[in-house]
């Protein structure tokens, strides 16, 4: 089990910045892969940007250029830097995490935070 603790949501205007940041509750030595999804109203969650153990990392075309995920290992946390935001990137943001032999989309959830681009 792997409980994830995501922070750092906001309101932002367009073209600004926000850092999310997700603990998790064992060290994140032992996670394979971490990640962020994201779930805009009446719409499907969606990958954003998933980092693995050998510090790989895979982007969503939408945010490429854009965002820069990361993990610290030592403080068992990933983190995605979010630049250039736009009113598209409003959504909840979810921190996943799951071993290379569970499917992407499932594994561990945490609660959400929501990000929200607006003037």
């Known amino acids: 089990q792997v409980q994830l603790v995501e922070s750092g949501g906001g309101l932002v205007q367009p073209g600004g910045s926000l850092k999310l940041s997700c603990a998790a509750s064992?060290?994140?030595?032992?996670?394979?892969?971490m990640g962020w999804y994201r779930q805009a109203p009446g719409k499907q969650r969606e990958l954003v940007a998933t980092?693995?153990?050998?510090?790989?990392?895979n982007y969503a075309d939408s945010v490429k250029g854009r965002f820069t995920i990361s993990r610290d290992n030592a403080k068992n946390a990933v983190y995605l830097q979010m630049n250039s935001l736009k009113p598209e990137d409003t959504a909840v943001y979810y921190c996943?995490?799951?071993?290379?032999?569970?499917?992407?989309?499932?594994?561990?959830w945490g609660q959400g935070t929501q990000v929200t681009v607006s003037s």
């Open positions: 996943n995490s799951r071993p290379f032999s569970t499917e992407p989309g499932r594994g561990y």
């Open positions: 980092v693995i153990s050998s510090g790989a990392t």
């Open positions: 064992r060290s994140s030595f032992s996670i394979d892969v």
